[in-house]
């Protein structure tokens, strides 16, 4: 009977000490605004993200994995992998063993977790007992390794920026055990406007303005409840944008013959896999044409880039020099080209990213030198108290703008 008591009272600490634990970890927000390319910032009002740089840690900004799209860079983000480790090598790719393509446009794609490598901050935390909850996130409605976040929704474009926010806050009031302690958040408008209108113009600014509008709601909901110093945020962005033209454009019909090959991805980064025969033919009369783009065989594809060691990248890639279009001319005829666009190398500033640190665990008022993105997941492992599966990412880099109380 004694020994019945004993444990008893052994099981109630142990789980009052999971509790205790579970109470004292602060939640993370990792927030991304799709396409914010960091010098639009001094181009419209963002009075609220003006107030979390001074209090929080900004990076002048952020490295992007290449290709500069969403799919990867977001993938990247949450698994502090490199392209080639990921193997999310662009927003449209063929995978030979998958036997089919994966587009943004096809759920049931998007949803198979064959395409996503590596292991997400996700199911990293919900394998060591931390709940997360998902409001939009490349990969997150994949099983991946086995494992979803407690809550994730299917991608839909059309839930309003409001209810994103509800559902976040819904979530971070939730008593007990079933509040997750990391949750992400998704806004495309403002990469949208990019294409659109071009960076800088007067609608993509306001749409800045609109999502910086969403946060003040948020900061506001998350106070109402007292949340206001118990919740770090990290808000992001996956890429920049550049201004395409009618004068900078390259017709890959005057220089291939497109027979020749299957096209997996168009501009900026032209994936192409030449027919049986094909590969040094078609190489060669890009690389005698070499102008206002640059071309590779796989295997020569720069070593900086992470990205041609992946199964996924096909034998041949040509990449549009910055603000530059690769198009054929019946598309082109048919559809014209975007005001604007991202996927170029990502040495070039313009296509980098952005990165904002603010909460409980962080330092106030420092603004930080551009890093790779790859760096953000040791930094969550870190905030959120579990252990890093192996990555790219070095937990030195971000480690300074730690402040842990
Ligand atoms: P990009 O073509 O690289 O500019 O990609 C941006 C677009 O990706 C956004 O406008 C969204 O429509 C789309 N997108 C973002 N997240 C998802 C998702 N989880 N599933 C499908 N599409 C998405
Ligand atoms: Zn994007
Ligand atoms: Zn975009």
Redesign the pocket.
Known sequence: MKRKLLFIIVLFLFFSACNQERKDRVPLILISI??LKPSYLEHTDTPTLDSLITSGVMAESMIPVFPT??FPNHYSLVTGLYTENTGVISNTMFDEEIGRFFRLSDRSAVGDGRWYGGEPLWVTAEKQHVRTATMFWPGSEAEIMGVRPTRWYTYDNSVTYESRVDSVLTWLTLEDDSRPDFITLYFSRV?SRGHSHGPYHEVTMEALTYVDGILRQLINGLNAHGLGQKVNILITS??GMIDLSEDRLVFLDDIIDLDHVNVINWSPVVMLQPTEGNTELVYNQLKAAEDNFRVYMKQDLPERWRFGGHHRVPDVVAVADLGWTITSRSFFERRGILAGTHGFDNAYPDMHSFFLAAGPDFHQGKVIEPFSVVHIYELMAYLLNIEPAPNDGDPAVLKPIVNRR
């Open positions: 799709d396409g799209s969403t990469d996956d890429h």
